[in-house]
Each structure stands twice: as C-alpha cells, then as structure tokens.
C-alpha cells in the first residue's frame, strides 16, 4: 500500500495542521497573481463602457464578490452537512472558518454595488430582487456568526451552526425567488439591473481572472484561521504542546 | 401508529393545560400585535388612503414580530426544568411530540393573531373582501412562522441572548412567508387576485410541515447533548 495517501488521515485536525500550513503560501501566491493579471486586465485591457464610462470597471470586483459570497455559503453549507453526517470535528472548524469570509464578500458585494449604483441609476440603493436577496445572504451569515459566539461548547456550537446552515442552504432558493416575485410586483418601471447582454470579452476574462483570486484568496484565508481554530481548540492536546514547545 | 398520534395529542392537551394555567404568557404575543398594530398609524398619520396601502404589510410584520416573540416560550421552560430531555428519552418519536407542542403553541399564540386580525384591519379600512384575504393568509402562514421560528428556537436553547439570537436567526427564513402573506393582501386590494400568493404561501407551509420538524429535532437533541 505504499504510495497511496490515505486521505481520511488528514481528517485529523492533528496532521491536516501541518499540511494546511504548506498550502497557505500556495494559495496566497496564487491569489495575489490572479488578481495582479484580473487588475491588470480591468483597468488597462478592458474598453471603456459606451455607456457608464470608467465607473463600470468596479464590476471586476463587485461581480466576483457577489458570486464568492452565493458560492462559500453553498460550501459552508457543505461542510456543516459533512460534519453532522460523519460527525467529524474539522468539517465544523471549516464551516466556522469559511463563515466570516463569505460575510465579508457579502457586506463587500452590497457596498460596491452601491458605489457602482450611484454614478449609475443615481442612487445608492434600490429594493431590486438581486440586491435585497444579497441583503438576506449577509443577514444569514451574520445569523451564523451570532449563534456560532453565543454557544461557549465549541462542538454544540458546531452542530447548531451546521443545522442552521442547512436550513439557510435550503431556503435560500425560496428566499430568492419570493424576493424576485415581490420585486416585480412592487418595482414598476425603475432601474432595473440586467445588463445588455454583449460584453465585451476582456472584460469577461477581467471577471474571471478576479473571481479565481478571491476564489484562492478565500481557500488561504480560511486555512489560516482554521488553523487558529485548531490551536485554540487543542491547546490541551499533547501535539499542539509540543508545537509550542518547538518554537521556543 | 396510534401509540404516537396518543403521544403527540398528550403533548398537546399538556401545553394547551399549562397555558390556560398562565394565559399571561398567552395574551401577551396578541397584546404586543394589536400595540405594533395601532403604533403605525400615530407615527405615520392618520390620511385613510395611506394607511389601507401600507394596512396588509403592517399588519404582516405585526404578526411576524409577535411571533418571534413567543417564541422563546416555545421550548424554554420544558428545557429549564427537564422535561425535554424525558421526552427526548421517552419511546414515542421525538418528532411526534415536537409536533404536538408545535400545534398547541400555534393555537395558542398563532391562532389569536388571526382572530385579531380582522378587527386590526377594520382601523387600516380594509375592504371586506380583502380581509377574508388577510385572514386566509395568516392562516396559512402563522404555522409556517411558528414552524420557522422553533428551529431558531431549539437552536438557542440555553444560549446567552437567546431571546435577541432568535430574532437574528430567523428573521431572514420569514422573508418568504412575508413577501406572499403580505403579497396576498396587496394582491386583492390592487385587483389582481390572490389566488398565487395563498397557493405559494400553502406551498410553503407543506415544505415546512414536512422539513421544519426534522430540523427542530436534530436543534433539540444538540441542545440536550
């Protein structure tokens, strides 16, 4: 059986530490060469907007950040699934790690879409069917985060924040489409946020490229603070003693 | 199968009893809705045009907030002094008896919002048609928000805050069961027909008559670890 990495090993918080502080460096490089090219690409490659101008350009961060925040609940969600289902203890650390990055590509997708919205309808905000459902995802994450503090026995906090999360994960659907079912009954003829659909396709690599940079950015991020979980958690733990032990 | 239906009954009759022995507990959540209920109208003025087209979304509110608030309620005082843990010790399926709390909580603090409601209307000067709308759909849609709520309910068992966490928890899950509650009232006021919106809200009800129960299980026997 030599050769052959027994992956379920690293389902240990005791040897996936190690091996999540390889990866970091990894991801992190990748993340902030993804994101030199997308920057470059967005701001010199791409043609200036006919119609909106230079204000456009925030869509290379605005479109990927709204579409990492939908992803990582859906990943968060995922985890916490796998943890209640073979009730291991990294899949909640994950979970709990993943949580504060996704709200943070929440808050960030609601804060440029309204810096993009000024210059571009004219205002800050409008009761649109994709901005209120990006308002209910942030308002789900910090749900999760708040219940997550709240409960001192970090594994019952685990599981109630996995249970929460599946709910979340089920109805976000529901929530989307009664948000767009309202939003065309009562929005009558304002701004509407549907984009003609030609665009240019430098500006679709300019997305992509920013979308696998906060893609890889948020994969180094959570490993790192998973890796602080894992400390805080096994702190006792004969292992982690001997970290510290090492270091000094 | 009888066993169990026994069971969720006795469960049932249980809280129901206890209720009418503090119906304090019981009004409050139907006070706190016709309070919210006649505090729009001294804020916003008292113009009978306005208030028939903000009437359906206020009252909605009204009743989605009166609902969070008994929520703590819901398992609390069974939790404090042990009789969750019997139940959950006990052989009839926790989920039979988790159902049988949650239809008389539903009576007894969903049921009066309905009943209530009505009479609310009549100070918005809805239209009678209309409020046989907004009847049916507290109808359909006060269980879905006392289905909801539990899960928040059993989760933050316990839990520092857990009153404030509730809110937090599932104010964003009721946005569904607003937008087509509220949607139904609009809906007949504007002319156009409820008959979607009350379909969808019933939807909404069997999804969460079916799923909410597992969920509230799995919260309560985490709780009770």
Known sequence: MKGIVNWFSFSSPQ??????????????????????????VGFFVAPTDHQQGESYRIIFVHVPVS??????????????????????????????????????????????GALWG???????WVWDARLTSELVLFFLYLGFLALQAAIDDPRRADKAGAVLALVGVVNIP???????????????????????????????????L??????????????????????????????????????? | MSEVLAAAIGVMRRDLLLAMRRKSDALASLFFFVIVASLFPLGLGPEPEMLRRIGPGVLWVGALLATILSLARLFASDYDDGTLEQMALSPAPLVALVLGKLAAHWLV???????????????????????A???????????????????????????????????????PLYV??????????????????????LSLLGAGLVVAAFFAPWAITAALRIALE
Do not use: C
Request: proline share 4%; glycine share 10%.
């Open chain 1, 15 to 40: 040897t996936f530490y190690p091996l999540a502080g390889k990866m970091v460096p990894w991801f992190a490089a990748v993340a902030a060469l993804l994101a030199a090219a997308g920057l470059y």
């Open chain 2, 176 to 197: 569904p069961a607003l937008v087509f509650g509220a949607g139904a009232v609009d809906a007949n006021l504007a002319g156009t027909g409820a008959e979607a919106h």
């Open chain 2, 133 to 171: 709308v907004l009847v049916a759909s507290l109808l359909l849609g006060t269980p879905v928000l006392g289905l909801v709520g539990a899960i928040g309910a059993a989760l933050t068992l316990g839990v520092r805050g857990g009153g404030l966490l509730v809110a937090l928890l599932v104010l």
């Open chain 1, 210 to 248: 920013m979308a696998l940079a906060f893609w890889m950015y948020s994969i180094a991020v959570s490993l790192v603070r998973v890796r602080a979980i894992i400390l805080e958690r096994e702190r006792h733990a004969g292992w982690a003693q001997e970290l510290r032990e090492a270091a000094a």
């Open chain 1, 118 to 124: 000024k210059p571009t309808w004219g205002t800050y």
């Open chain 1, 67 to 112: 579409w990492m925040s939908m992803f990582l609940y859906v990943v968060m969600a995922g985890w916490a699934g796998l943890g209640l289902a073979l009730n291991t203890r990294l899949s909640g650390m994950m979970a709990s790690a993943l949580a504060p990055t996704g709200a943070m590509f929440a808050f960030l997708s609601l804060w440029t």
């Open chain 1, 174 to 208: 529901i929530i989307y489409f009664s948000v767009q079912w309202w939003s065309t009954l009562h929005q009558g003829a304002s701004v509407s946020i549907t984009r003609s659909p030609t665009m240019a396709a430098t500006m679709f690599t300019g997305m992509i």
């Open chain 2, 109 to 131: 603090t969903g049921l009066p919002l309905v009943v209530a409601a009505p009479v609310l209307a009549l100070q918005y000067g809805l239209p009678g048609d209309t409020i």
